[in-house]
């Protein structure tokens, strides 16, 4: 019998673990490429290191655990609310 391991997690993370298993992309990629941006472009222009977004879009780095400072650049720089890239 298969088991499921997450039958007892709470939405949130039912939430997480399916975006994850779908491929859904990230918000913070969905917005760059809506804002006509390459990573380059969107890491120069809000002075946040490459490396870092491609984490967040990858979502090998969880962006809700972020510093505020540059969640703060990454959504000046995409034109949108700070709350939606988290």
Do not use: W
């Amino acid at each position: 019998m298969n088991y499921f391991p997450y039958h007892e997690m709470d939405i949130m993370h039912m939430v997480d673990y399916y975006e994850k298993r779908l491929n859904i992309p990230s918000k913070l990629k969905l917005m760059r490429e809506k804002m006509g941006l390459s990573q380059s472009q969107l890491a120069l222009n809000a002075d946040v290191p490459l490396r870092t977004i491609k984490s967040y879009e990858q979502k090998t780095v969880d962006i809700s655990k972020a510093q505020i400072k540059t969640i703060y650049k990454l959504a000046r720089e995409l034109c949108c609310k700070m709350e939606y890239l988290i």
